[in-house]
């Protein structure tokens, strides 16, 4: 089936550490991966893409696939209150009538 | 702002009202979604439309009808809603190619409540 798991949380860490926001996917055929984050009654927000297995960084968020054990991961190092959010991740085949496979989301709290 | 605006952001209608929810999208893009966002469920996919034809109905019920007049303005009409069918309903946009990445954007959402 071609779903992707994430636990929901909530996530509470202080405010400084480095999150870590998993998720597990059983589709092999999945080539491109998504974290979105929603801010509660906003929709949700691209932050990053990665179609390869390794690390993607872009300032405190990085990225990482690995697509031999099937498992995605989102860190954020130097966390702030303004991080707390709903992270979701979401995976994709590629090519048209592409469908996104979403998971449920965690919500994450960072505590001041 | 995402490039996705939805209108109206907040909409509280009667089971027997007809109302429609608005999407447009400034991005460039030739494909749109409505999706339900409902409490510790994953976003449900309900109406895709790629280069303004509907590819997709995931069995909605027929109480919501999606309309794509053009490529950039996407409607969900609704009408003799329950009150299960309150929740975020959130419209996103993607450009599709055959070989290329779906990356979708979204809007902020209109909040429904069925009462």
């Known amino acids: 089936q071609k779903e992707v798991e994430q636990d929901p949380g909530p996530l509470s860490v202080p405010e400084g550490a480095i999150v870590s926001l998993n998720c597990t996917y059983s589709n092999s055929a999945f080539q491109y991966f998504m974290w979105y984050r929603q801010y509660s009654r906003k929709g949700p927000e691209l932050l990053m893409y990665t179609y390869s297995s390794g690390n993607k960084e872009d300032g405190r968020f990085t990225a990482q696939v690995d697509k031999s054990s099937k498992y995605i991961s989102l860190f954020i190092r130097d966390s702030q209150p303004s991080d707390s959010a709903t992270y979701l991740c979401a995976a994709g085949e590629g090519g048209r009538d592409d469908k996104i496979i979403f998971g449920k989301g965690t919500r994450l709290h960072i505590l001041p | 702002e995402t490039g996705v605006t939805q209108t109206p952001r907040h909409l509280v209608m009667g089971m027997t009202n007809k109302k429609s929810l608005k999407c447009e999208q400034h991005?460039?893009?030739?494909?749109m979604y409505w999706y339900k966002q409902s409490a510790k469920k994953p976003l449900e996919l309900m109406f895709v439309?790629?280069?303004?034809?509907?590819?997709e109905n995931n069995s909605v019920p027929s109480r919501f009808s999606p309309e794509c007049p053009n490529s950039s303005h996407l409607f969900l009409h609704l009408h003799t809603l329950q009150p299960e069918d309150s929740a975020l309903y959130l419209c996103?946009?993607?450009?599709?190619?055959?070989?290329?990445?779906?990356?979708?954007?979204f809007g902020a959402g209109t909040r429904l409540s069925v009462l």
């Open positions: 991005l460039g893009h030739n494909a």
């Open positions: 996103a946009s993607s450009q599709e190619s055959v070989k290329g990445k779906n990356i979708q954007y």
């Open positions: 439309y790629s280069l303004e034809e509907r590819v």
